[in-house]
C-alpha cells in the first residue's frame, strides 16, 4: 500500500521545547513538501526537497528547520524559536516531471504548544 | 506575487441544492489549477485538476470546474450535494510553485 505517513497523529509539547515531526513516504517520489495548515489561512509552505540532500525554505521557514538524508523521510523539527507553533502540520511528496505539480497528502500532525 | 483567492469562507446548503465554489488565482504565465477537498478527519485529497486542454474538468463524485482563463478563474460546481459532501475545499494555482486558497469550509443539511 503506498502513501504518506505522519507521526504521532497528535503531539503536546511545552513552550521552549524542540519537537520533530516524522514524515515518510514509500510513493518513491523525489519531491517532499512541509505545510503548515491554520483555520482561514489555508496551507502555508514551509520547507521544501526536491532531492536528497537538498532543501529550500518556504514562505514560514522562520522557525523551523529539516533533514533530507533519504529519499522516503522528510522529517521537519519545530524550534522554541517558533512563536505560534500550535497549528496542523502537512506532509506532502509529489512525482518527478510534469506530475511534480500534483501533490499527495498525508494525514497530518496537530501540534499543540502547551 | 503568485496568490489564491476563494470567494466564500463558509457555505451551508440543503441537500440536492446545486453548489458553485469561487477561485480566482493571479498569475501572469500558464497555470496548472487543482482543487482539494479535506473531509472531516481524513486526507486533504486531489479532487480534480486543470493541465491543459478542455478548460471543463470532471473530477471524482460528480465534482466539475471551468477553467476560464479571461477572468483568472477556476471555479469548482456540482449539481446537487449530498450530506457526504460536507468538507473543507482548497483552491490551489502551480505557477512558479503552489498556492493554496484559505479554503471553503461547506457544510450540507441533510
Known amino acids: 500500500d503506498g502513501g504518506i505517513t505522519q507521526s504521532p497523529k497528535y503531539l503536546f509539547r511545552k513552550e521552549g521545547q524542540n519537537v520533530t515531526l516524522s514524515c515518510e513516504q514509500n510513493?518513491?517520489?523525489?519531491?517532499m513538501y512541509w505545510y503548515r495548515q491554520d483555520p482561514g489561512q489555508g496551507l502555508r509552505l514551509i520547507y521544501y526537497?526536491?532531492?536528497?540532500?537538498?532543501?529550500q525554505k518556504g514562505d514560514i521557514a522562520e522557525g523551523y528547520s529539516v533533514s533530507r538524508e533519504k529519499k522516503e523521510s522528510f522529517p521537519l523539527t519545530v524550534t522554541s524559536a517558533q512563536k505560534n507553533p500550535t497549528a496542523f502540520y502537512l506532509c506532502?511528496?509529489?512525482?518527478?516531471?510534469?506530475?511534480?505539480?500534483?501533490?499527495?497528502f498525508g494525514p497530518g500532525t496537530r501540534l499543540t504548544v502547551l | 506575487a503568485q496568490s489564491v483567492s476563494q470567494h466564500n469562507h463558509h457555505v451551508i446548503l440543503s441537500e440536492a441544492a446545486s453548489l458553485e465554489l469561487g477561485c480566482n488565482y493571479s498569475?501572469?504565465?500558464?497555470?496548472?489549477l487543482f482543487w482539494y477537498v479535506q473531509y472531516p478527519g481524513q486526507h486533504l485529497q486531489l479532487l480534480l485538476k486543470?493541465?491543459?486542454?478542455?478548460?471543463l474538468v470532471k473530477g471524482i463524485k460528480g465534482f466539475e470546474a471551468e477553467f476560464i482563463k479571461s477572468k483568472f478563474s477556476f471555479n469548482l460546481r456540482k449539481p446537487s450535494v449530498q450530506w457526504s459532501d460536507t468538507a473543507e475545499y482548497f483552491c490551489?494555482?502551480?505557477?512558479?510553485?503552489?498556492?493554496f486558497g484559505a479554503g471553503t469550509i461547506l457544510r450540507v443539511k441533510s
Open positions: 510513493l518513491n517520489h523525489d519531491a
Open positions: 490551489a494555482a502551480y505557477g512558479n510553485k503552489l498556492v
Open positions: 506532502a511528496s509529489s512525482p518527478p516531471g510534469q506530475g511534480i505539480h500534483e501533490q499527495f
Open positions: 498569475y501572469g504565465g500558464t497555470v496548472n
Open positions: 486543470y493541465f491543459s486542454g478542455d478548460p
Open positions: 526537497s526536491q532531492i536528497v540532500n537538498d532543501f
